[in-house]
């Protein structure tokens, strides 16, 4: 299936750049289409960063922003990278657009770093957005979640089913 693809970059912790041992931070340049470039993805797809926040800044007027680029795009899968604060936010909000196949996904550590869940993260994502029937998914630690179905649990540090 080589339906072109449509990548939405928002920011989060997948884009984050450290800068001192008090974590003082800011969010990157888009890591996506560098991660898919080394793992030889040959399929097409266009990256567009519509904001670089951490998830915890995102308002409903970034969710509305999100919703209309999906709205407007010829693409009909489309995946998303966001934080993984508000991600399940996020995605209830796009939860309506089932006429299309969008997956959100994001990490726990960086992918600048040497040891993350990024890389994972983004080739489990774009595995599934290609498979995946219309509807609004989230893709994080392996599992795949719909929206009002997963949770962030801080203390196992991983997504998990409510």
Avoid at 5 to 32: H, M, N, R
Avoid at 56 to 81: H, S
Avoid at 106 to 134: C, E, K, S, T, Y
Avoid at 139 to 160: H, S
Wanted: proline share 5%.
């Amino acid at each position: 299936m080589n339906e072109p693809c449509l990548i939405l970059t928002t920011g989060g912790t997948i884009d984050k750049v450290y800068f001192d041992a008090k974590s003082t931070y800011s969010v990157g340049e888009p890591q996506i289409a560098d991660v898919l470039r080394q793992a030889h993805v040959a399929e097409t797809f266009t990256v567009q960063s519509l904001m670089r926040k951490d998830s915890l800044e995102l308002d409903d007027a970034d969710r509305l922003q999100i919703r209309r680029a999906i709205e407007a795009a010829p693409q009909r899968r489309v995946l998303v990278t966001h934080g993984t604060d508000t991600m399940t936010q996020t995605a209830q909000f796009l939860g309506d657009l089932e006429d299309r196949t969008i997956l959100l996904t994001g990490a726990l550590l960086p992918a600048r770093f040497r040891d993350n869940d990024a890389i994972f993260n983004i080739g489990f994502a774009w595995a599934a957005v290609r498979i995946l029937p219309p509807g609004v998914y989230i893709a994080m630690n392996g599992g795949l979640f719909r929206p009002g179905e997963v949770r962030k649990d801080r203390e196992l540090n991983r997504f998990v089913p409510v």
